[in-house]
């Protein structure tokens, strides 16, 4: 919200844009307690200041927008997916919350489609919000450009799968073939340990969706449900096209309040995960890693092949990748081959993928080197 602006909010202004976000996403009731706790650690995250909930007085969109005069279309539309973000993890939505978001919106001159989202979920027409999403121009088109990177000939829809791709299967396959070290061989490795198919084969995950598997080796994230929300938020932040925010706002409404009940061509609805503890610094600190990335990177639409043979090392240097906070790790995020960094299921399953496959299983251990 703040880190990649050149004049990055004082104290003062932080209060301010922190009342916005807190009157627009609080009902009737006051803020739940997972909004206590995210709103706080949103602005630690992003701003390095600490704001008080009890302090914060509300405040009209009017007066809102006069206090932010000076910044520009780039700064307020972050806030509003502040805003967004903060009542998005409330279910049910009070209808007055999704009219609040509205009246910010209006008052800071900002469009955004998830305010539609949030509307729809006020209204119980969570059908009507899979829709949305679904039609959203980011997560939506498919071009040339998206086929060029996912290096596959059609899709139906940008989250199809393709499971009978000789090429594209090769392509995946020949990762093993990478020295240690290297992004592709990282991938490769991760798939393996995890039983993942690669795409292009029958059960394999969309070719769309597997582009975030790159990020999570990349960006040292696991792949239990509270990683992805972690992933997912870097990949949101770390791209300068607001639009990517409804990539962090569906993993959100599938893994913390359950209002969608698939998405992304593979995932289902399972609800809670936002409220494990320390979770909400966690979001806050892949937040702040996308944002202090060096330029805008839409790591859906990147062709990570031509990457794959480099040193993990070198292109995290090359992005500006900062570690993650000592608040994060502390409170759980680790990376692929960390301890707790993949589940009891996916272990399983590359136990059984060796076995169909007549190879030897080569169990998963602690990797510290590889994070």
Sequence with gaps: MSEVLLTPPDATEVRLVARGVA??????????????????????????????????????????????????????????????????VVRPLPASVADKLQQFADALGVDDDMISVARKYAEGAEDLAAVDFSRNGYLGAIDTTRLHALHTSELDSSWSAVVDDPALAGRWAQLRELPMGTLGRGVADFYRDRGFVTPGLPGSAPPLLAQHDWVHVLAGYGTTLENEI???????????????????????????TGYLRSGAGLFEADAGH??????????????????????????????????????????????????????????????????????????????????????????????????
Excluded: C
């Excluded at 995250?45 to 279309?73: K, M």
């Excluded at 979770?279 to 996308?290: E, N, P, S, T, V």
């Design 230 to 256: 972690e992933v997912f938020a870097f990949m949101a932040r770390a791209n300068d096209d607001p639009r990517a925010f409804s990539l962090l706002a569906m993993v959100i409404s599938l893994f913390e």
């Design 23 to 88: 009157t627009a996403a609080q009902g009737e009731q006051g803020l739940t307690p997972l909004q206590q706790l995210l709103i706080p650690a949103l602005f630690l995250s992003l701003t390095g200041h600490a704001v008080e909930l009890a302090e914060l007085e509300p405040i009209t969109p009017q007066e809102y927008a006069a206090g932010l005069t000076r910044r520009n279309r780039i700064f307020r539309e972050r806030v509003i997916q502040t805003m967004l973000l903060a009542a998005l």
């Design 274 to 371: 936002l409220q494990a503890t320390g979770m909400a610094g966690r979001l806050g600190d892949a937040l702040r890693r996308g944002a202090l990335t060096t330029g805008s990177h839409d790591f859906l639409d990147l062709d990570w092949f031509t990457l794959a043979d480099r040193p993990i090392t070198l292109i995290r240097k090359e992005i500006g990748l900062v570690p993650k906070s000592a608040a994060a790790l502390s409170s759980g995020s680790v990376g692929p081959w960390q301890p707790g960094g993949i589940t009891p299921y996916q272990l399983n399953s590359a136990r059984t993928s060796a076995q169909a496959e007549d190879r030897d299983y080569i169990p998963w251990t602690p990797d510290p080197a590889r994070d």
